[in-house]
């Protein structure tokens, strides 16, 4: 079967992984910790994607360089002591990426996380090597800048047009888009189909599992993108 793409890019929060609600535990009592008043669940779930830094700045805009560091800080602790067991992965993750594999996709991950919790989550699924390529926003540029998916991207010799990035939220799909490449919406995550479906994705889907349908293009229920 000739297929549209060769290599499919994954956000890691929210689209493999199950860890939204804790992250915005983790934003709500860092906050405290530094004296900011909590912002509304659907102000963080907003931010979702973004490198911390810029997550934190955009949510409190009034703090200087240092203070985001100090927030930082804080949230990385509190999210460390949430995340002892890492958050599990989405129903259907396992199974599809193995069907992905087994019909000879190339995979990678594109992620807000840094590097040092990439990793740590990676370890605990025994994928450590498990990805053709990963990339964390600490080491190359936050979304929705383009960078990580042209360093994916090149090392993988992928040309844009033969890529797709998966994601949950619209930081993944408008990196996608300054990459030049098409991306798959989900909408179980930190934004809905309707909000991310303004961004145009190829597709928007309900569940993990329906990506491998819409790809061999087996008949799924989706919103239209």
């Known amino acids: 079967m000739q297929r549209d793409y060769d290599l499919l890019i994954f956000d890691w929060d929210g689209t ?4 939204i609600g804790r992250i915005v535990q983790a934003m709500h009592l860092a906050a405290g910790r530094v004296g900011e008043s909590t912002c509304d669940d659907a102000a963080v779930k907003g931010i979702i994607g973004l490198a911390l830094p810029e997550a934190i700045a955009t949510l409190y805009p009034h703090l200087g360089d240092e203070q985001v560091a100090t927030f930082r800080q804080h949230y990385a602790d509190v999210y460390m002591a949430l995340d002892v067991q890492p958050s599990p992965l989405f129903e259907g993750v396992v199974e599809s990426l193995e069907a992905f594999r087994t019909e000879g996709y190339r995979l990678a991950v594109a992620t807000g996380k840094a590097r040092r919790g990439l990793d740590r989550v990676l370890q605990a699924n025994g994928w450590q090597d498990y990805f053709d390529v990963t990339r964390a926003a600490d080491e190359s540029r936050g979304k929705p800048h383009p960078q990580m998916l042209v360093e994916i991207l090149a090392h993988c010799q992928v040309e844009p ?10 930081f993944d799909l408008l990196m996608a888009s300054n990459a030049g490449m098409h991306s798959a919406a989900v909408g179980y995550g930190a934004m809905s189909l309707e909000a991310l479906s303004a961004f145009r994705p190829q597709v928007c889907l309900e569940h993990f599992s329906h990506l491998q349908a819409w790809l061999s293009r087996s008949p799924v229920e989706v919103f239209p993108g």
Do not use: H, I, N, P
Request: hydrophobic share 45%.
């Open 161 to 170: 047009s033969r890529a797709l990035m998966v994601g949950d939220s619209s």
């Open 16 to 19: 493999l992984a199950d860890s």
